[in-house]
């Protein structure tokens, strides 16, 4: 069976943060992820303290986070190349995953050049952070995005994500398959799946186009899913979505 999760960053935003995690119970989830949502990379221990007791409250599990990624909103993608900030961040994310028991941290690259130099710092960033997250037993993953809504993201691909993992050589460092992404760069991915799920530390959905729920777009979810039943972990549901029925499509 099937196992999902919401992405409380983007779906239920219509209410406050420390409210979503018992909405995502009560629409029927036991388990959430999130994007970094706090203002900077080490916030205040009473900022903290209020997410662990929303999530534990709420009686679901945070089973993905991301480090520290810059303004989204403003458009950053990340800081793994920004040595200082993300290094920062690094051991207050990985303290908060371990107290919710949070195997995943998902390191988005950044709006980076794509050159030695960048290559560089962002293995050495992501070395660090692969051994610090192993002291809680997590994993690392590494993010595709596409370039139509990330025009400056260096890593679109499946192929160029594998590069950056293969570099850090560390086990605990996989894909983010995030298939809207992935499709909408023109991947196939049913084979991506068939032929990569065993690299996947993580998987998240939303159609395309659109990036709406499943079933709103052209992507062959009946296949993805049935594709996926062999990759065991949880499947984040990063959608957009507004009004009522944002699950319907799971009992249709």
């Not at 996947?200 to 939303?206: D, L, S, T, Y």
């Not at 029925?245 to 009992?251: K, V």
Request: charged residues 25%; aromatic residues 8%; proline residues 5%.
């Amino acid at each position: 069976m099937l196992r999902f999760d919401v992405n409380l960053s983007i779906l239920f935003t219509d209410l406050p943060l420390l409210d979503r995690p018992s909405a995502a119970a009560r629409a029927g989830f036991d388990a959430v992820e999130m994007w970094w949502p706090f203002d900077g990379p080490t916030p205040p221990k009473a900022e903290l303290q209020a997410l662990r007791s929303a999530v534990d409250d709420a009686g679901v599990r945070l089973v993905a986070l991301n480090f520290d990624a810059g303004d989204m909103p403003g458009g950053d993608r990340g800081v793994l190349t920004s040595t200082d900030r993300f290094l920062a961040n690094v051991d207050a994310a990985v303290e908060l995953a371990g107290s919710l028991g949070c195997r995943i941290l998902n390191a988005l690259y950044g709006n980076a050049d794509d050159t030695p130099e960048c290559r560089r710092v962002a293995t050495a960033n992501l070395r660090k952070a692969a051994d610090r997250a192993a002291d809680i037993g997590a994993t690392v993953v590494v993010e595709a995005l596409n370039t139509y809504e990330n025009p400056r993201y260096p890593i679109t691909s499946s192929k160029r994500a594998f590069e950056v993992i293969d570099d850090v050589g560390r086990d605990n460092v996989k894909f983010l398959a995030d298939l809207y992404h992935l499709h909408r760069m023109g991947e196939d991915v049913l084979d991506l799946i068939d032929t990569q799920a065993h690299r996947f530390g993580h998987v998240q959905i939303a159609d395309d186009p659109g990036r709406g729920h499943p079933g709103s777009g052209r992507m062959p979810y009946r296949e993805i899913f049935e594709r996926l039943e062999a990759y065991g972990g949880h499947i984040g549901l990063e959608y957009r979505h507004e009004g009522q029925g944002a699950f319907d499509w799971r009992t249709a």
